[in-house]
């Protein structure tokens, strides 16, 4: 019997970024649900799908992902931020969750899914 593969739920908005992510996630074995490139999108797929992790970009064109992670601690979802400003472009209350800097850091990434026993 195959084992599943981890549903890693990706919101980016920039294409490259994307992109990057989801080659290095699928080469560490899980399956991308989305990508979401907006916060309703996003909003949706946490609210809907079986999943074991969620990478969330912070800033999403006209709005943040901060909605996204509160569904998804909710529901017990591990997750970690992207951004560009580091720590202190999180929401201080989500400030515990783990968080990558642009440019991503993919052995940290990997470092995190570790972690979170997502691989």
Same mark, same amino acid.
């Given at each position: 019997m195959a084992e599943l593969q981890p549903q890693v739920l990706v919101i980016e908005d920039e294409a490259l970024i994307c992109?990057?992510? @989801?080659?290095? =996630?699928e080469g560490l074995g899980c399956a991308i649900v989305g990508p979401a490139m907006t916060v309703e999108q /996003? @909003?949706?797929?946490? %609210?809907?799908?079986?999943?074991?992790f969620a990478v969330?970009?912070?800033? =999403? /064109? %006209?709005?943040d992902s901060f909605g996204v992670a509160d569904i998804l601690a909710e529901r017990g979802v591990p997750f970690a931020f992207i951004t560009g400003y580091g720590k202190a472009?999180? %929401?201080?209350?989500?400030?515990?969750?783990p968080v990558l800097q642009k440019p991503i850091d993919i052995d940290r990434l990997e470092q995190i899914l570790r972690e979170s026993a997502v691989i």
């Amino acid at each position: 019997m195959a084992e599943l593969q981890p549903q890693v739920l990706v919101i980016e908005d920039e294409a490259l970024i994307c992109m990057l992510l @989801e080659d290095v =996630l699928e080469g560490l074995g899980c399956a991308i649900v989305g990508p979401a490139m907006t916060v309703e999108q /996003g @909003e949706k797929l946490a %609210r809907s799908e079986a999943l074991q992790f969620a990478v969330l970009d912070v800033n =999403l /064109g %006209r709005g943040d992902s901060f909605g996204v992670a509160d569904i998804l601690a909710e529901r017990g979802v591990p997750f970690a931020f992207i951004t560009g400003y580091g720590k202190a472009g999180v %929401r201080k209350d989500l400030q515990g969750a783990p968080v990558l800097q642009k440019p991503i850091d993919i052995d940290r990434l990997e470092q995190i899914l570790r972690e979170s026993a997502v691989i």
